[in-house]
């Protein structure tokens, strides 16, 4: 069974700041692991995913990811932060038919002026 | 840009209604599915749907619970008798593709049930 962690259900950074969202995951093969975003009344967004090509992946909004299998992670990172990052990110690990996706707990983004 | 719709945004009923959700996913797609996420609890998936047959189902998606793909455009969750603990945001998603294809989400529908 897979499973994603997601440490810190709420991070807050200043305006301008490094954003780093943690994602740990259990899985018994080889996995695809995914970002979204989710923005205030809005549905999920991919930001970036990792399919078993380059393990450092960019996204979109100046987002990327490292798989690291070592340490079974894949860390959001984004090298300055904007107010308008300020959302829900989700972090995803899907089984290798693709048929479901198993989400983390969710982090939520606090961007401070 | 294409995208998932799903109405209605938000729909209220009472225990041991029937309720249907309705989606209507990006139109070239073939794959779709249904998640859901109870207020404060992580997004959980329900069922996914290829070829007008259930592809996977998780363990709540009971008895209680169908799809349909009713016409080449909709693809709709059917809760025959609600319950209170089926409260929660549903999310439809479609995807070209399966495996490492990406799922594109609607932006939900709020079932709340009294």
């Known amino acids: 069974a897979q499973s994603v962690t997601q440490l810190g259900s709420h991070v807050s950074v200043s305006e301008g700041a490094l954003v780093l969202l943690r994602c740990n995951y259990s899985s018994s093969v080889p996995p695809y692991l995914f970002w979204y975003v989710q923005y205030p009344n809005q549905g999920l967004q991919l930001l970036l995913k990792y399919t078993s090509a380059a393990t450092l992946v960019k996204g979109i909004n100046g987002f990327e990811a490292e798989f690291k299998k070592s340490e079974t992670s894949f860390h959001l990172t984004k090298p300055s932060a904007h107010m308008s990052d300020a959302a829900e990110y989700f972090c995803a690990v899907s089984d290798r038919s693709g048929n479901m996706l198993t989400f983390g707990g969710g982090t939520r983004l606090m961007v401070k002026p | 840009e294409p995208e998932v719709t799903q109405t209605p945004s938000h729909q209220v009923t009472q225990m041991g209604q029937e309720v249907i959700l309705r989606c209507v996913p990006i139109?070239?797609?073939?794959?779709f599915y249904w998640y859901r996420q109870i207020l404060g609890q992580k997004v959980e998936f329900l069922v996914s749907f290829y070829n007008n047959e259930i592809s996977e189902k998780s363990e709540i998606f009971d008895d209680q619970f169908s799809v349909e793909r009713p016409d080449g455009s909709n693809f709709t969750l059917k809760i025959r008798s609600t319950k209170l603990e089926d409260s929660a945001m549903y999310f439809c998603?479609?995807?070209?593709?399966?495996?490492?294809?990406?799922?594109?989400f609607g932006p939900g529908t709020r079932l709340t049930v009294l």
């Open positions: 139109s070239n797609h073939l794959y």
């Open positions: 998603a479609s995807s070209r593709d399966t495996f490492t294809d990406t799922q594109y």
